[in-house]
T-cell receptor, first 114, second 107 residues
Framework: DVKVTQSSRYLVKRTGEKVFLECVQDMDHENMFWYRQDPGLGLRLIYF???????EKGDIPEGYSVSREKKERFSLILESASTNQTSMYLC?????????????FGDGTRLSIL | EDQVTQSPEALRLQEGESSSLNCSYTVSGLRGLFWYRQDPGKGPEFLFTLYSAGEEKEKERLKATLTKKESFLHITAPKPEDSATYLCAVNTDKLIFGTGTRLQVFP
């Protein structure tokens, strides 16, 4: 089974802090994704990566950056956390042919910015 | 604009009472439709992939079907453990999610 592991289930940070969310997958997938999930808005794509050191913006990249130094690891960075970034963050991975293969998700990080 | 709409938003069923969840979409270049189950505090768990109109997939009490404009997730004789939020997502050049149907099944 595909295993996507997010480093923290719950995280509380303060406004202005730099926040790192980590994600590791064990299925040798090329593609990795970061989403946020908010009530009534569904899942929205923040950033994705098709390969090591490659990244592309999703629908809501403002205020975020990402890093992919190794194939199995994809990090989401909140450069200067703000209260409107309080949300559930979900990481996902899929094999190279993303057009036809489902994405597999981690259990999420519930992030609160105070 | 590509759009995915799920209905109803919430559904309460008695154990054993069969029903269907709907996912309608308007997208260009559909490359598959996925159904996921999400339990509270967890990430979405993959259930089914449907690629073309007329296709059907089954797993235990769940059956997913696809037409050119919508997909249905049929739940036959549900049990309380089927309670969850069910998400559909359509695959174009990216994955577009609906906002889900929250299903509650009571004994």
């Amino acid at each position: 089974d595909v295993k996507v592991t997010q480093s923290s289930r719950y995280l509380v940070k303060r406004t202005g802090e730099k926040v790192f969310l980590e994600c590791v997958q064990d299925m040798d997938h090329e593609n990795m994704f970061w989403y946020r999930q908010d009530p009534g808005l569904g899942l929205r794509l923040i950033y994705f990566s098709y390969d090591v050191k490659m990244k592309e913006k999703g629908d809501i990249p403002e205020g975020y950056s990402v890093s992919r130094e190794k194939k199995e690891r994809f990090s989401l960075i909140l450069e200067s956390a703000s209260t409107n970034q309080t949300s559930m963050y979900l990481c996902a991975s899929s094999p190279r042919d993303r057009r036809y293969q489902p994405q597999h998700f981690g259990d999420g990080t519930r992030l609160s910015i105070l | 604009e590509d759009q995915v709409t799920q209905s109803p938003e919430a559904l309460r069923l008695q154990e054993g009472e069969s029903s269907s969840l709907n996912c309608s979409y308007t997208v260009s270049g559909l490359r598959g439709l996925f159904w996921y189950r999400q339990d509270p505090g967890k990430g979405p768990e993959f259930l089914f992939t449907l690629y073309s109109a007329g296709e059907e997939k089954e797993k235990e009490r769940l059956k997913a079907t696809l037409t050119k404009k919508e997909s249905f997730l049929h739940i036959t004789a549900p049990k309380p453990e089927d309670s969850a939020t069910y998400l559909c997502a359509v695959n174009t050049d990216k994955l577009i999610f609906g906002t889900g149907t929250r299903l509650q099944v009571f004994p």
